[in-house]
């Protein structure tokens, strides 16, 4: 049977549940370009950092880069930490990873930062929204977001959250578009130093 014409970039999602090896549940969903979001392996992890490196450098010189640089932030390390603090979630189409999400049950999976949030096992947090320059304006970043909002779900969680420079344009557009509301503002996260004094707080109701 032949594939349906595509004329512009319409998704059409198909749901199965899948058990991981943890045990946890996970909705992937895969469109008619062979694009699939699933679990990252330890196996991943060198392609996740790749990843983090291209689009750092793709962030050069752009106003709205959030202090993003090649062997900075975020690394390899950071891609490690989301996987064994929570989880870590690779885009791929076909063999090519194409983006990526992290998730924590804290505010921060590196060394926390000062007036953090309460623990709260209701509320799952999102890290390193990336998506390879290649392949951007085509929903990836939709997508990866839907399937972070599934995974926090399955583990319970009835919040996700993630906090957003205050200079990144796109990206704060990008998350009203998903449905997130600004929640708090003029957070200081720790980054003053870097030349980023001022985030955002912003969560979606799942």
């Given at each position: 049977m032949?594939?349906?014409?595509v004329?512009?970039l319409?998704?059409f999602?198909?749901?199965s549940?899948?058990v991981?090896p943890?045990?946890?549940?996970?909705?992937e969903?895969?469109?008619i370009?062979a694009l699939i979001v699933r679990p990252?392996?330890?196996?991943?992890?060198?392609?996740?950092g790749?990843l983090y490196?291209?689009v750092?450098?793709?962030?050069q010189?752009?106003?709205?880069n959030?202090?993003w640089?090649?062997d900075?932030f975020?690394?390899?390390d950071?891609?490690?930490?989301?996987?064994?603090?929570?989880?870590?979630l690779?885009?791929?189409?076909?063999?090519?990873?194409?983006?990526s999400?992290?998730?924590t049950?804290?505010p921060?999976a590196?060394d926390?930062?000062?007036?953090?949030?309460?623990f709260?096992?209701?509320?799952?947090?999102l890290?390193?929204?990336a998506?390879?320059?290649a392949h951007q304006?085509?929903?990836i970043?939709s997508?990866?977001l839907?399937a972070a909002?599934d995974y926090?779900?399955?583990?319970?969680?009835?919040?996700?959250r993630?906090?957003?420079?205050?200079?990144?344009?796109?990206a704060?557009?990008?998350y009203?578009?998903s449905?997130?509301?600004?929640v708090?503002r003029?957070?200081?996260i720790?980054?003053?130093?870097?030349?980023?004094?001022?985030f955002?707080?912003?969560e979606?109701p799942?």
């Open positions: 032949s594939s349906p014409p004329d512009f319409q998704l999602f198909i749901f549940l899948s991981m943890e045990g946890y549940f996970l909705c969903r895969s469109i370009m990252a392996r330890e196996t991943d992890l060198p392609a996740i790749e490196g291209t750092c450098d793709a962030l010189g752009k106003a709205y959030p202090g640089a090649r900075g975020p690394t390899l950071c891609a490690r930490e989301y996987l064994r603090e929570g989880a870590l690779i885009a791929m189409e076909g063999s090519e990873p194409v983006g999400v992290g998730l049950r804290e921060s590196e926390g930062f000062e007036n953090a949030p309460d709260d096992d209701k509320v799952w947090y890290h390193v929204l998506v390879h320059p304006r085509r929903g970043s997508l990866l839907s909002e926090s779900r399955a583990q319970g969680a009835n919040t996700t993630l906090y957003v420079w205050e200079g990144n344009a796109p704060l557009r990008a009203e578009k449905g997130y509301s600004c708090k003029n957070v200081d720790g980054l003053a130093g870097f030349g980023l004094p001022r955002f707080l912003y979606k799942l």
